[in-house]
T-cell receptor, first 116, second 111 residues
Framework: GAVVSQHPSWVICKSGTSVKIECRSL??????MFWYRQFPKQSLMLMAT?????????EQGVEKDKFLINHASLTLSTLTVTSAHPEDSSFYIC????????????FGPGTRLLVL | DAKTTQPTSMDCAEGRAANLPCNHS???????VYWYRQIHSQGPQYIIH???NNETNEMASLIITEDRKSSTLILPHATLRDTAVYYC????????????FGKGTRLSVIA
């Protein structure tokens, strides 16, 4: 299957700082990328849908000014957690797919964020 | 997306077949059934998907009932590395639509 990478895999930061997470599709061009968040012992929750060259669509309850998403190319999407607080500590996972394809989506390995 | 119902947890002996059921009684005609799994602290891994015919690949088999209201994922010879949370998801086929995860089934493969 296709490969999706995320960087960094782990990040620890102080409260109030901003953290950027990168999601890359390594061997295909992803017209659409998705960002999920997963708290301990819970399922994945969709945060936003990101289409290359356009603004992201956020799910209800997700603050777009706090979670900035940029999808500048067909192989890269970034999620920036601005002014992170301890409650933002979570496992952030991206997935990538081809909007016009029947193919499924492929997930990155996830980024674990710990805000102190 | 149509919702799915899965058992919370299941055990399976190593080397035996693991049969994971999923109910999706409100599935629409254009929605596919997808199965993913998530091993602890990793991103979800794609397993298989189907529309109405049974499907098989190197990882698993997917059996979909004729009325499409339920399906079963079969891991033919479960190993300890198959211990994970398995998610059954229904979604219209195109890749631009997000996958919405339920709670899944926690499969424990026991030696």
């Amino acid at each position: 299957g296709a490969v999706v990478s995320q960087h960094p895999s782990w990040v620890i930061c102080k409260s109030g700082t901003s953290v950027k997470i990168e999601c890359r599709s390594l061997d295909f061009q992803a017209t659409t990328m998705f960002w999920y968040r997963q708290f301990p012992k819970q399922s994945l929750m969709l945060m936003a849908t990101s289409n290359e060259g356009s603004k992201a669509t956020y799910e209800q309850g997700v603050e777009k000014d706090k979670f900035l998403i940029n999808h500048a190319s067909l192989t890269l999407s970034t999620l920036t957690v601005t002014s992170a607080h301890p409650e933002d500590s979570s496992f952030y996972i991206c997935s990538a797919g081809l909007a016009a394809s029947l193919e499924t989506q492929y997930f990155g390995p996830g980024t674990r964020l710990l805000v102190l | 997306d149509a919702k799915t119902t899965q058992p919370t947890s299941m055990d399976c002996a190593e080397g035996r077949a693991a049969n994971l059921p999923c109910n999706h009684s409100t599935i629409s005609g254009n929605e596919y059934v997808y199965w993913y799994r998530q091993i602890h602290s990793q991103g979800p891994q794609y397993i298989i998907h189907g529309l109405k015919n049974n499907e098989t690949n190197e990882m698993a088999s997917l059996i979909i009932t004729e009325d499409r209201k339920s399906s079963t994922l079969i891991l033919p010879h479960a190993t300890l590395r198959d211990t994970a949370v398995y998610y059954c998801i229904v979604r219209a086929g195109l890749g631009g639509t997000p996958l919405v995860f339920g709670k899944g089934t926690r499969l424990s493969v026991i030696a």
